[in-house]
Each structure stands twice: as structure tokens, then as C-alpha cells.
């Protein structure tokens, strides 16, 4: 692999900082890029746990219009149909927007359906809603351990720093 640069800094850098001894410029470098490919990572999964919010509203909303259509077909069968189409269509293309909106494509609402293939449409979105919820946990406790080795980088190079710049001091003290 004939790559000209490692991260944010040349081989030429790198080779120039070998020669010359300089282990901590050397460190420094390294724990630089390691603080910024930190950052494009968190970046990254910040991104992942706010799209993830996202699709959990917009399945919460296809559930308060499914939860509605529910509730205006009370006292039915399972198998019965809902018999005003008024009703029914008021509900139904809700329901179907927040559902298109959600990017479910395998559930549609008609006019026509029973009230047993809304509580089953009701108890699918519900295992989606738990399904994404445990994902953004998942999602979360990935963050946080972007964060905290983030946060380690950064004070790894800060020591170092410090450790570099006391050191130079000392030299020109002795001086």
C-alpha cells in the first residue's frame, strides 16, 4: 500500500521526525490525526443516533394515526370491515401518509380494512418502535465510547505537549 500520506500528515514529515530523533513531534503528530479521525468519527455517529430519532417519531406518528383509526372502529370483530366509509377514509389516508413518511412499504390501508388488520398493523409498528429504540441504545453506547476515546486522545496529546514544551524549556535553561 503506497499511500503518501498516514491521516493529515506526509511520510515526508514522518521520515523527517524519525531522522531527526524527534520521538515526541512524532507523537504529537500521530495523536493529532487520532484526535481528528476521532472527531469525523463522532461526527459520523451523532448523525446515525439523529436519523435514528427521526425514524422513531415518524413511526410514533404512524402509530397515534393507526391507534386513531383504531379507536373509531371500537366495539368490532376482528374479521368486520369498517362499515362507514366516511370514517374509514378519514383515518386511512393519515395513517398511509405517516406510513409512507415512515418508508414502510409493505403496509397499506384501505378503505376496506378490518379492524384485525389494524391491531396488526398496530402491534408491527410497535416491534418496530422497540426494535429502533434498542438500536439507538446501541447507537448511544457507541458515542459515548467514541467520546471518551476522544477524550483520551486529546489528553495524550495535551501530556505529551506539555511533556515537549517542559522539555524544551529546560534545555534552554541549561543554556
Known amino acids: 500500500m503506497n499511500n ?10 514522518v521520515a523527517a521526525a524519525v531522522a531527526s530523533g524527534d520521538i515526541q513531534t512524532l507523537i504529537q503528530m500521530v495523536q493529532s490525526d487520532r484526535v481528528k479521525l476521532m472527531d469525523a468519527q463522532l461526527v459520523e455517529q451523532v448523525k446515525a ?25 371500537e366495539g368490532k ?16 389516508k393519515p395513517a398511509n401518509d405517516a406510513i409512507a413518511a415512515a418508508g414502510i412499504t409493505d403496509l397499506k390501508l384501505s378503505k376496506d380494512s378490518t379492524k384485525g388488520e389494524i391491531e396488526t398493523a398496530i402491534t408491527k409498528i410497535k416491534g418496530m418502535i422497540d426494535a429502533e429504540s434498542n438500536n439507538q441504545q446501541m447507537d448511544m453506547l457507541r458515542l459515548q465510547s ?23 524549556s529546560g534545555i534552554i535553561r541549561n543554556f
Do not use: M
Not at 77 to 92: L, Q
Not at 147 to 166: P, Y
Open 4 to 13: 503518501p500520506s498516514i491521516g493529515s500528515f506526509s511520510n515526508v514529515n
Open 49 to 73: 443516533v439523529q436519523a435514528r430519532n427521526d425514524q422513531i417519531a415518524k413511526l410514533n406518528e404512524v402509530l397515534a394515526g393507526l391507534n386513531g383509526f383504531n379507536s373509531k372502529i
Open 77 to 92: 370483530d376482528s374479521g368486520d370491515k369498517i362499515e362507514d366509509g366516511d370514517t374509514a377514509k378519514e383515518y386511512a
Open 146 to 168: 467514541l467520546n471518551n476515546k476522544k477524550n483520551e486522545s486529546v489528553e495524550i496529546l495535551t501530556t505529551t505537549q506539555k511533556k515537549s514544551n517542559d522539555s524544551n
